[in-house]
């Protein structure tokens, strides 16, 4: 009769010590479940980015002159994040318990998120059975920052937030510009700037290595700086989702499979619908790989569709118009004139029925407003929204005392710049879900929308920001009627 022999479970673990000490993919394999609870993918670039990562580790432990500073583009739903900043500071403890890492990104909520992933990790009865050597100080286990007992640690920073007293053996730099903030000259300028001083947070300038993880947001973001900065001290892993030259190193284009990178979490349905949410240049961006889209600018003049006014009002019904206003003061032509769009939200597709600009002082200004709306349809249930700089204050504080038939209102305090408002409405004028009324106006108005920033106007920029974002307060995303769309332009 034959018997199983059960296997000492103390024997198992000595070999699974051993491999994930040998192997950074066994761990990544080993601790998967700890930080992900469905089935993993183990597309081929996982363990490429683990053999990379795995032949850093050396240098951060032998405190050697680092041979470089790694970058790695890679677009979201890649498991970069886990790989790189979760999993990576658990498993180099499990080398060296002394190693001090200081991880980066945007956002403090995110940052910490990864560090207590890591640290969900270290504190598992897994973890704990393979790795006893390794554990975290019970006085100093924040989940910002983090201690072991063997001198190591573990600080999560965030763009813009100040690091001072820490240094580190190893800098992880995970997304240090929010894909949503990218066209910000400020944003970009101030997450370009925390890598620098990232950099002075080294033990020593010559060892400390930084990882940098991100997508291509923009021709200056934080990889565009360090390449142009330090190109010869930089290895530079590029993989766009789809097949293209922009692929590095060279030699990994075989590897994509049907011009994928990973065919099962990126096949060609969810890239589809990608393109749809985020828009050529956001797609572009965080899926290519490319700082900047195909044909130029943030709006593109075929994005926009047309209607008759005929047929506008047989599709019509009861729905409201709303204005939307950017007001000036003066009459001299070298300043900014006022500009209004009058909109009208009809199932999933929002019109601009008329848009106009004036070059008034305030006097003539408040008397030219309530007129201009009502020839342009105002009821009962339109709105006046206007943007609320010094001279929108004013007006809009003037016209709720002279005129109680002008809902007037002042749209949100705008925390973004105009060419962050702009590029967040522009996947929805791609997908073909803003429609212009034909009339005089249009050539102008699609001239200076699609020439901004270079125009020397940008008031149908900033309004046609305002009303995108007030009709469709969930973006491209709004899937309840974006499938509905086509039904009115095949």
């Not at 009208?344 to 407003?369: D, M, N, S, W």
């Not at 929204?385 to 504080?397: D, T």
């Amino acid at each position: 009769m034959n018997s199983k022999v059960k296997i000492p479970q103390k024997l198992i673990d000595a070999i699974e010590r051993e491999a994930c000490k040998a192997s950074f993919f066994e761990f990544v394999q080993s601790f998967w479940s700890i930080v992900i609870k469905e089935d993993p993918v183990y597309n081929w670039h996982i363990p490429f980015l683990c053999d990379e990562l795995q032949k850093l580790a050396p240098y951060i432990i032998g405190r050697k002159k680092k041979p470089y500073d790694l970058i790695i583009n890679i677009p979201p739903g890649t498991t970069k994040s886990t790989i790189v900043t979760i999993m990576f500071p658990a498993w180099l403890w499990t080398q060296d318990p002394t190693v001090r890492i200081i991880s980066n990104s945007y956002s403090a909520d995110l940052s910490i998120e990864h560090a207590i992933k890591s640290r969900d990790i270290i504190i598992s009865d897994k973890y704990k059975r393979l790795f006893p050597e390794v554990e975290i100080r019970k006085d100093k286990g924040q989940k910002k920052a983090y201690e072991n007992t063997k001198t190591g640690s573990r600080i999560a920073a965030s763009t813009g937030g100040t690091i001072t007293g820490k240094h580190a053996h190893l800098i992880l730099n995970d997304d240090p510009l929010n894909p949503a903030q990218a066209a910000s000259d400020v944003e970009r300028k101030t997450s370009n700037e925390h890598t620098k001083t990232l950099s002075s947070r080294k033990v020593d300038k010559k060892n400390t290595i930084t990882i940098t993880i991100m997508q291509r947001l923009h021709d200056e973001d934080v990889t565009g700086y360090l390449i142009k900065k330090k190109e010869d001290g930089i290895r530079h892993i590029c993989l766009p989702a789809e097949l293209s030259d922009r692929v590095r190193p060279i030699e990994v284009r075989e590897k994509y499979v049907n011009g994928l990178l990973d065919p099962v979490r990126l096949s060609r349905d969810v890239l589809t619908e990608a393109k749809i949410d985020l828009g050529s240049r956001g797609y572009a961006n965080q899926y290519e790989q490319s700082p900047s889209a195909a044909g130029g600018n943030i709006i593109k003049k075929d994005w926009f569709k047309t209607i008759t006014y005929p047929d506008f009002i047989r599709l019509r019904t009861s729905e409201p118009i709303i204005f939307f206003g950017d007001t000036g003061y003066t009459e001299e032509e070298q300043n900014d004139p006022s500009g209004f769009i009058a909109t009208c939200k009809v199932g999933p597709l929002l019109y601009i029925t008329h848009a106009h600009k004036v070059l008034l002082e305030f006097p003539e200004l408040v008397r030219f407003v309530p007129t201009y709306v009502r020839s342009q349809g105002y009821t009962n249930t339109s709105s006046l929204r206007i943007e609320p700089k010094a001279s929108g204050k004013s007006i809009v504080q003037y016209l709720k005392k002279s005129s109680d038939e002008i809902n007037v209102t002042e749209t949100p305090s705008p925390t973004d710049s105009k060419e962050v408002r702009l590029t967040a409405a522009s996947p929805t004028v791609e997908a073909g879900r803003v429609v212009l009324v034909e009339g005089g106006w249009n050539e102008e108005f699609v001239e200076e929308v699609c020439g901004f920033p270079t125009k020397p106007h940008d008031e149908y920029a900033d309004l046609i920001g305002y009303a995108v974002s007030y009709h469709f307060p969930n973006g491209a995303n709004d899937k309840s009627n974006a499938a509905k769309a086509a039904d009115y332009f095949g």
